[in-house]
């Protein structure tokens, strides 16, 4: 993100970082902070290269967008030193940012305080230390008094921030809740239907059907809905503090729950939009049904996952398992299902799940009877020789990329020697900066044409008894998985509606074959519960 030059000639380099909270206490403005950082740095001598501001985040967690951003920038930078207005600024957990002033210093770089200054004597740390032990004692003792402000309003079943749940709003006089009809309504009919049997997709089907939204506006997903049906206020008992503590970076878990004895809980305490009889209704089927599914524990193995796509839409096709009892045994059957559909069970252009054993099977069997076919055996594997044989020219154009490297490098030198000498560094800078690169770019393709001599000798007779013992269908399937995904680019589905499907396979276009091999073939019709190898398996070039 920046470049400098620090060096005998010039000051040290130094950031700025600023932060402020919106917990409503006090504390100096960035203006104010910015100041005195910037006041320090002329007074002790360092050039500032940037000031870094984040504004309403906590110093007790490290997820701050400018704060990571400064960490990120600081080497590459070529700063020596992190000034802040006072170490609470960097951090009020005393654990994390002795950790992070660790890391800091291996890369030589110090975090220097505008406002307390410590020197590096043993006494000096120690002051240094309990600094921030009382920040960090500051910090929590602040959150406990945040807490119990917030603890009162939930007693009084108010609002104690953030979006009401879906079915609700908030009274701006009194901070309780009141009802949303509509939504309440799509709350009830996501109750309703879960008790009635329905899965995710019909119920969120039915949502969309009805014109129902989430509180963003968008489509219901399967992850609303299943908070939704985990959230006993609907039952019209207010509850809070329920989520766990965050952990040391800031991160909550929303499925992450305390103790029951923890949460405050109030009956009566919001409008009734199911009866808590229908709310532990739901709540024993979904426990129920993780039980059922989990039942069911060997993940299913997908051949061609990640290379097919939809001809309806263009979006990527993902592996699903449909798992059912038969005659008492579970019985699995896998598809690839147009993810978008899927996800938002939106209407349009979208192919239907087709079989994976059949999607799979047709791959296989074209690759093996058109890419491995005894026919082409020995022009690939004379291919395969002619693309392995080391260029005689390989050596002397490594050698001369090398030595192109050596004279960029001479001209960087200079550069150098000329700052040193009192030339401006930030004239220079970016010059330096498109020699480095120049360099690097030159040593890169040296590697590579050695890398590419260093390729073991093989016999033609050695590679053609290999290729004739190639059987894909004998692989071991995550083995033939990736041989597949060298050759194979792309697998897109047509739905051809009754007529079945099509599908194109488009070749990876580095792959090793005849030219009598076309890259890009598409499948006639196939019934949709047939062998995709029907009609011979023929693929047809396209028009």
Request: with cysteine; aromatic share 8%; hydrophobic share 35%.
């Amino acid at each position: 993100m920046y470049s400098t030059v620090s060096g005998p000639m010039h000051p040290p380099l130094a950031f700025g970082y600023c932060r402020k909270s919106t917990t409503g206490q006090r504390e100096e403005s960035i203006e104010a902070q910015q100041r005195a950082i910037v006041a320090y740095a002329a007074a002790m001598g360092y050039q500032l290269v940037h000031i870094y501001k984040d504004h309403g985040n906590s110093g007790r967690s490290g997820e701050r967008p400018e704060f990571q951003q400064m960490l990120q920038d600081a080497v590459p930078a070529g700063v020596q030193f992190i000034i802040v207005h006072k170490l609470d600024r960097f951090f009020r957990n005393a654990e994390r940012q002795t950790l992070i002033e660790a890391q800091l210093r291996r890369q030589g770089i110090r975090v220097l305080s505008a406002s307390e200054h410590f020197d590096d004597t043993p006494q000096g740390q120690f002051m240094r230390n309990i600094t921030k032990a009382i920040n960090q004692w500051y910090s929590a003792n602040l959150a406990t008094e945040v807490m119990k402000g917030m603890r009162e309003n939930a007693m009084g079943a108010r609002n104690t921030g953030g979006p009401p749940p879906l079915g609700y709003a908030v009274d701006k006089t009194t901070g309780k809740f009141v009802l949303q009809p509509t939504e309440a309504a799509a709350v009830q009919m996501i109750f309703r239907m879960y008790r009635q049997g329905c899965g995710y997709t019909e119920i969120i089907d039915a949502l969309n059907a009805a014109g129902h939204v989430t509180r963003r506006g968008r489509p219901f997903g399967k992850n609303s809905l299943y908070d939704i049906l985990r959230n006993e206020k609907y039952t019209g008992t207010y509850v809070w503090n329920r989520l766990a503590p965050a952990d040391p970076d800031g991160r909550t878990n929303r499925r992450n729950l305390k103790p029951r004895s923890e949460w405050v809980c109030v009956e009566g305490g919001m409008p009734q939009i199911i009866t808590p009889e229908e709310f532990k209704e739901v709540q024993a089927e979904m426990n129920n049904r993780k039980h059922r599914s989990a039942a069911y524990t060997a993940k299913a193995f997908y051949l061609l996952s990640g290379l097919v796509y939809c001809g309806g839409c263009g979006g990527s096709m993902s592996g699903e398992a449909h798992r059912y009892k038969s005659h008492g045994k579970p019985v699995e059957y896998r598809y690839y299902t147009c993810s978008a559909k899927k996800r938002l069970h939106a209407d349009g252009e979208h192919a239907r799940p087709v079989p994976a054993a059949s999607l799979e099977g047709a791959v296989v069997d074209y690759l093996q009877r058109v890419i491995f076919n005894p026919a082409n055996m020995d022009t690939l594997c004379a291919a395969l020789l002619q693309s392995m044989e080391p260029d005689p020219r390989h050596t002397d154009l490594a050698a001369d990329l090398k030595r192109q490297a050596a004279e960029v490098q001479l001209k960087i030198d200079r550069i150098y020697a000329a700052i040193e000498k009192g030339l401006d560094p930030s004239s220079a800078i970016e010059r330096i900066n498109t020699l480095q690169q120049q360099r690097l770019a030159l040593l890169a393709k040296a590697t590579d044409l050695d890398m590419t001599d260093d390729v073991a000798k093989i016999n033609i007779d050695q590679l053609r008894e290999v290729w004739s013992r190639i059987q894909l269908k004998d692989m071991e399937p995550v083995q033939l998985r990736a041989v597949i995904r060298e050759m194979v680019h792309k697998i897109i589905v047509f739905d051809d509606g009754p007529g079945g499907f099509r599908v194109r396979i488009i070749l990876n276009p580095g792959h090793v074959a005849p030219a009598n091999i076309p890259e890009n073939v598409e499948t006639s019709s196939i019934s949709e519960l047939q062998d995709f190898s029907t009609n011979g398996g023929r693929g047809l070039p396209l028009p």
